[in-house]
C-alpha cells in the first residue's frame, strides 16, 4: 500500500496534483486507515498514471473521467476529436508564432509589403524617420479599413515629383525642429495646394467612394496634429489656399467678393 507521496513520486505527478483530483473527483479518495493516514493500492496507481497520460498529451482534465470510462470504440473517437482541436490550436499557435516573430520587423507587423517599400522609398527620397513614423500611422489607420497595398505604385510613383520630395523635406525639417517655422509650414501650403490644383485639374483628387467615408481621413489629419500640434498652423494655411484637409484635400467654395 502506498501513502500520497510514494503514489505521487510513482505516477510522476505531484501530491499536489493528486489531492486536485480527489476534488474533482478524478481520482477517488481512500479511507484513512487506523494510523489516520489514506493508502493507495495498485488499482490507484494505475488510474493515477492514465490520469497523467491522457493530461500530458493535452486532454482536458473535465473530459478524462468520462475517457476512462469509455469503452474502446468511445475512447477512440474521444481521441480522434481531441486529435481535431489540438490541430486547431496548434495551427492557432502557429500563427501566433509567425506574428510574434514580425515583432521584431517593426513596421511589417501590420502593414502589407507593398506599404513597406513605399516608407523605404521615403526615407530614399530623404524623409525624417518622425515622418516615416507618422506615415506608418496613418497607412495603418487606412489598412483597417481598406485592402491599400493595390494604391502603392501610384503613391510611390508620386515621389517622383519634385514637389513632393520638396514637401517631405520641408516636413521632416519641421518635424526635426522645435522651433515654430511659420516660414516652411506656409511653403508647405503653397505646395500642397499647387499639387492639389494640379490633381483637380488630371481628376486624380476623386477618390470615388472611398472618399466618401469621412471617419478615416478625419482620424488622419487629427493624428498629424497629435503627432505635431504645430501642423494645425498647416491645416489652417491650407485653407488659406482654398482647400481643407490634409490626408483628403476638399476644395473650399470661393468667398464672395
Same mark, same amino acid.
Given at each position: 500500500m502506498l501513502t500520497i507521496s510514494q503514489l505521487a513520486a510513482y505516477a510522476g505527478v505531484t501530491v499536489r496534483a493528486v489531492r486536485h483530483y480527489h476534488q474533482i473527483g478524478l481520482l477517488p479518495e481512500?479511507?484513512?486507515?487506523?494510523?489516520?493516514?489514506?493508502?493507495y493500492g495498485a488499482t490507484a496507481a494505475v488510474s493515477l498514471i492514465r490520469i497523467r497520460i491522457l493530461a500530458n498529451a493535452g486532454v482536458p482534465l473535465s473530459q478524462i473521467g468520462q475517457m476512462l470510462e469509455a469503452d474502446a470504440p468511445t475512447f477512440a473517437a474521444a481521441v480522434a476529436d481531441i486529435d481535431r482541436q489540438l490541430g486547431d490550436e496548434i495551427a492557432r499557435l502557429e500563427a501566433s508564432r509567425q506574428q510574434i516573430a514580425q515583432l521584431a520587423a517593426g513596421d511589417r507587423l501590420a502593414l502589407p509589403p507593398q506599404v513597406i517599400a513605399y516608407l523605404d522609398r521615403l526615407r530614399e527620397i530623404g524623409a525624417s524617420e518622425r515622418v516615416v513614423a507618422g506615415e506608418r500611422d496613418g497607412w495603418i489607420l487606412m489598412s483597417?479599413?481598406?485592402?491599400? =497595398?493595390?494604391?502603392?505604385? =501610384?503613391?510611390?510613383?508620386? $515621389?517622383?515629383d519634385p514637389q513632393v520630395v520638396r514637401l517631405?523635406?520641408? $516636413?521632416?525639417?519641421?518635424? /526635426?525642429?522645435?522651433?515654430? /517655422?511659420?516660414?516652411? $509650414?506656409?511653403?508647405?501650403?503653397?505646395l500642397i495646394a499647387g499639387l492639389a490644383e494640379q490633381a483637380y485639374a488630371s481628376g486624380e483628387i476623386d477618390l470615388g467612394e472611398v472618399g466618401q467615408d469621412d471617419l478615416p481621413f478625419d482620424l488622419l489629419d487629427a493624428l498629424a496634429v497629435e503627432a505635431d500640434p504645430r501642423l494645425q498652423r498647416l491645416l489652417d494655411f491650407v485653407r488659406e489656399r482654398g482647400w481643407a484637409g490634409l490626408a483628403r484635400l476638399e476644395r473650399l467654395p470661393a468667398s464672395p467678393d
Open positions: 481512500p479511507e484513512r486507515d487506523a494510523s489516520g493516514y489514506r493508502r483597417a479599413r481598406w485592402p491599400v =497595398g493595390d494604391w502603392m505604385p =501610384g503613391k510611390i510613383a508620386q $515621389l517622383d517631405y523635406q520641408i $516636413l521632416s525639417g519641421v518635424f /526635426d525642429s522645435d522651433a515654430g /517655422d511659420d516660414a516652411r $509650414l506656409e511653403e508647405a501650403a503653397d
